[in-house]
C-alpha cells in the first residue's frame, strides 16, 4: 500500500503544513442521560455491535482518501513527534486514527493540518499536537494499555477513538444530541468494539463505570467537578482545562493516591466551555 502506486486523486488536495459539582445520579437521569440505573447500557452505544454499511468510509471526497492518507498522517506523526510527543502508543494510535473520517467533507484537505476544526454546533475538534500532549499525559508512568477510560466531550469522537487504541474499555460522554449522534456515525465504520458513546452530561461522570484509571476532558471549566476526582481510581490520573483566576484556561494533571491528589497546572490551552445538563439539539 504504497501511495506511489496510488494514480493521482484529484479530489484529494491535501495541503502539508510548514509548520466540582458532585456525582449525583439521579441529576443524571433528570437530565435525560439514564447512563445509570439498570437501564444504563440500553443508551450505551456499543459501536461493535452496529450495523456496518456496504461500504465503509465516508460519503463523498473523504471515501477515497484511504491509501493517499496513510502516508500524511505518518507526515503528521513525524511532525508531532519533532515537536517532542515521545510516546509510541500515542503516535501509533494518531497513525492508525483516520482523522479525516471524524471532520465535515469541506475541511479534508485541512484534516492533518496541526490545527483545530469545527465540528458543528459551535464545537471544535481540539489540533492533533494538543491531543497528542494529553494523550501523553495520560499514558505517561504507565506500562500497556490503561484499564477502563471515561471521556468528557465526545465530539466528533476522534479523540474517544485514540482513547480505544489506548485502553481496555473507554467510556464517552457528550451533552450534545447532535454531536453524540455525529461521534456514532463517524465511529460506526471503525467497528470499536470497546468504545462506549453516553449521551448525558458529563460533569456528574459515569459512576457505574467507576472507578477509572484515567479520565480527559476537552471541554474546561472553572473549577474540576468533584464526580471527576470521586470516579478516579486510586493511582488513576485526570486530564483537563480548567480556568484560572484569570480566566485564561491551563492544563491540569491531577493524581490520585491513597493520601489524596496531587494537581499539576500546565501550560495555557483553549478548549469550548465545559455546561452542565443535556440539549437535544
Ligand atoms: N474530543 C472531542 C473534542 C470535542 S470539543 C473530539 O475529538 O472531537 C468538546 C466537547 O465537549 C463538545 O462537543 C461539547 O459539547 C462537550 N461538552 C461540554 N460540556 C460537556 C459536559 N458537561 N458533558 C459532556 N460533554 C460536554
Redo the contacts with the bound molecule.
Keep these: 500500500m504504497k501511495p506511489v502506486d496510488v494514480p493521482p486523486r484529484p479530489g484529494f488536495p491535501l495541503r502539508m503544513p510548514s509548520g466540582f459539582g458532585k456525582a449525583i445520579a439521579p441529576k443524571l437521569i433528570a437530565a435525560g442521560a439514564r447512563v445509570t440505573g439498570p437501564a444504563a447500557l440500553k443508551n450505551t452505544q456499543k459501536v461493535a455491535s452496529m450495523p456496518v454499511p456496504g461500504v465503509p468510509g465516508v460519503p463523498g471526497v473523504a471515501a477515497g482518501l484511504g491509501l493517499d492518507s496513510q502516508a500524511v498522517r505518518a507526515r503528521m506523526v513525524q511532525k508531532l513527534a519533532a515537536q517532542g510527543v515521545q510516546d509510541s502508543r500515542v503516535l501509533a494510535a494518531m497513525a492508525q486514527v483516520e482523522r479525516h473520517r471524524?471532520v465535515d467533507s469541506a475541511l479534508v484537505n485541512q484534516a492533518y493540518e496541526d490545527t483545530s476544526l469545527p465540528?458543528g454546533?459551535g464545537?471544535?475538534?481540539?489540533k492533533p499536537n494538543v491531543?497528542a500532549r494529553m494523550l501523553e499525559l495520560l499514558v505517561k508512568d504507565r506500562d500497556g494499555k490503561l484499564g477502563r477510560v471515561m471521556?468528557?466531550?465526545?465530539?466528533?469522537?476522534?479523540?474517544?477513538a485514540l482513547l480505544a487504541q489506548l485502553a481496555a474499555e473507554v467510556y464517552s460522554?457528550?451533552?450534545?444530541r447532535g454531536?453524540h449522534d455525529k461521534a456514532r456515525d463517524n465511529l460506526r465504520p471503525l467497528r470499536v468494539g470497546n468504545l462506549h458513546l453516553l449521551f448525558?452530561?458529563?460533569?456528574v461522570g459515569y459512576a457505574k463505570g467507576a472507578p477509572y484509571a484515567a479520565i480527559i476532558a476537552?471541554?474546561g471549566g472553572e473549577a474540576l467537578p468533584q464526580a471527576w476526582i470521586d470516579q478516579l481510581a486510586v493511582g488513576g490520573r485526570l486530564v483537563a482545562p480548567v480556568q484560572g483566576t484569570n480566566g485564561a484556561q491551563a492544563l491540569v494533571v491531577v493524581d490520585k493516591t491513597v493520601h489524596g491528589t496531587t494537581q499539576t497546572l500546565l501550560e495555557a490551552v483553549h478548549?469550548?466551555?465545559?455546561?452542565?445538563g443535556t440539549s437535544q439539539t
Design positions: 471524524f465540528i454546533l464545537q471544535t475538534i481540539s491531543v471521556e468528557i466531550g465526545t465530539g466528533c469522537g476522534y479523540q474517544a460522554i457528550e451533552r450534545l454531536l448525558g452530561d458529563g460533569m476537552a471541554a478548549f469550548v466551555p465545559l455546561k452542565s
